[in-house]
Each structure stands twice: as C-alpha cells, then as structure tokens.
C-alpha cells in the first residue's frame, strides 16, 4: 500500500471531522455566544485543563487565549491534585476537555470548582457524560471516525477540539476589539514581531534621508544618489515631497539621451524634468508588514515615509530584511 494513499486517507478523514464540526456549529448557536460572554467578563483567567492527548490540545488552547487577548493557563489535572489547584481563583473560569466526558482525573478539578462557584465549561464528544452534566457550559463536539484505520488512536477528534478552541479565541479577539497594535504587544519578537512593528520604527531617519530641490540639476541628484547609497533620491518642492528618481530613472534618461553631450545634459536638466510624480509612498503609523507588501507588489526597493507631504523617513527593502521583516 502506498504511502501517500494512507495520508490522502487520513486527510480525508480530517476534513470530514472539520466538516462535521461546520455543520453542528449553528445548533451550538446558543451556547457559543454564552461562552464568548462569560469569558470575555472574566475578572481574572481563563483556566484551560485536560488530560493525555486533549491536556495536549489544552496547552496549545491556552497560549492561544493568552496572545489574542484573553489571559488564560494550562491546569494540568495530575498536578491540580497535588497542590496547583490553588491557581484557581475567583474570577476565573475552567475550560475542562475530554472527549469522553469521563476523564476520571478530572473530577478533582470539577469538584473544586463545584465548590468555589468557579464556572465549568465542558468541552467533550458525550453530552450525557459526567464532565457535560457536571459543568454549568457544554460545547459538545459531533461524533467523528478517527482518522487512525482502527479508529482508536485520538486525531481527528484532537483536531476537532483544537479548530472549535481557536474559532472561540478569534470570536473572543473580534468581541473585545483586539486589533493588530493590541497583537503586537503580545509578540514583540520574532519575524511577526517584526512585520507588526511601525514603519516609524524601522525607518532611516531625516538625518538620512537622500533630498535634493526640484530646480537641481540631473547631475546634482546624481551626486546625492551615489553618495546615500539608497537607489533613490527624493525631490523637493515646498518642503514637500513632489516625487522621486531613482537608478531606472537616471538610466532611462541616459538613454534617451545618450546622443547629446552628456555632461551638458547632466547639468542643464533639471531633476524635476525626470523625476517620477505621484511616486509610493509610507505613512509612519504604517505596520512593517504592509510596508513589506507595498514593496514587493510594485516591485520597488525603497519608498519615502512622508508626514502631512514632507518627507520624515525612508524604508528600503534590505532595511525590513535586516530588521527581521519576511
């Protein structure tokens, strides 16, 4: 048997448990809008617990809610019975999954938050189990075939919790607002960081910024384009930026050109006569990221930041490389 017919296999199956789960979604209706409430008036922490390969789910669910706005920490059961159940808090709630509903090292946490009045919220498959008639939320899943041939080994079930967790952190990020500056302070490192940094922040400064006036000349704007180094030079008229010339600039005039005497030319043309009006430019609230798309769609290597038409930056595409942009 082929290798690649057991993966097709497999997929096949997984999609057909996502799209199960698609299809339960509007009988759950209810109980989603309830869970998004409850949660987003938490005073204190979304408390995310499970164990085996759902514990597994659970962890990578709670990173989730932390980084898109919703404080939340991964409770593991065997732990809560030794002393962690002290993380539990008012305040909080507890996210319990278990695809049977019938985790028997759960009960310690089920029972403690019985006590505490901490809502329990069942993530499970079994809407009769005692996690689904214990808690005060049910999300029950729609019964689906693993995509293990002997339908034991937890995969698509796992991948069923984990869509239906992280559709409820992007339900949660839309309700409270969390825009991608609020995602930013949530991760200041790494290329994402990066790409959610401010054109501002990367930008070469006015102290480097390659300018001439309008009235200079093509040799003029030559000088400056060699001496900066950026492949652009922008061009001044009123203390605003009216456009730019760049190297494919110079060479097409060197071309059009190339029958007159070329220092002569270089001096009597003014770099206004050459250069490109309504050129792409950046605003300084710009995020790195769109910086980086801006660049590549029109297929240039620098850009001007310009605030209220005056030329405050310049972002060069090895600028963005260097600064971990991708």
Not at 171 to 189: M, N, R, V
Request: proline residues 4%.
């Amino acid at each position: 048997m082929s290798h690649l017919d057991a993966v097709t296999r497999a997929l096949a199956t997984d999609a057909e448990g996502l799209q199960a789960l698609a299809n339960a979604l509007p009988g759950m209706r209810a109980d989603i809008d309830k869970f998004v409430q409850m949660v987003a008036d938490l005073e204190g922490r979304l408390i995310v617990t499970g164990l085996g390969k759902s514990g597994h789910v659970g962890t990578k669910l709670a990173a989730t809610f932390s980084s898109t706005g919703t404080p939340a920490y991964f409770l593991h059961p065997s732990e809560a019975s030794h002393g962690d159940l002290g993380m539990v808090q008012p305040g909080d709630a507890v996210l319990a999954l278990s695809w049977s509903g019938e985790t028997r090292e759960l009960s310690d946490v089920i029972g403690y938050a019985k006590r505490r009045a901490v809502p329990l919220i069942a993530m499970c498959g079994d809407a009769g189990s005692t996690l689904a008639e214990a808690a005060d939320l049910s999300l029950i899943l729609p019964q689906v075939r693993e995509a293990c041939p002997h339908n034991l080994a937890p995969t698509t079930s796992t991948l069923v919790q984990m869509a239906l967790g992280d559709a409820l952190a992007i339900a949660l990020l839309e309700s409270k607002g969390f825009d991608a500056e609020s995602f930013h302070g949530f991760h200041p490192g790494g290329s994402l960081g990066a790409a959610l940094k401010r054109v501002n922040e990367v930008m070469h400064g006015s102290d480097a910024l390659p300018l001439v006036d309008k009235s200079a000349s093509v040799f003029d704007g030559l000088s400056v384009l060699s001496e900066r180094g950026f492949g652009i030079v922008g061009v001044i008229e009123d203390a605003s930026l009216a456009g730019v010339v760049t190297d494919g600039d110079i060479r097409r005039y060197l071309a059009e050109n190339a029958d007159a005497k070329m220092k002569t030319a270089l001096h009597e043309t003014t770099i206004e006569q050459i250069m490109t009006r309504g050129s792409v430019t950046l605003a300084p609230d710009d995020l790195v990221g769109e910086a980086m798309a801006v660049l590549q769609a029109k297929r240039i290597s620098a850009a001007f930041v310009v605030d209220n038409d005056a030329p405050a930056g310049l972002v060069t595409m090895l600028r963005l490389l260097n600064r971990g942009a991708a």
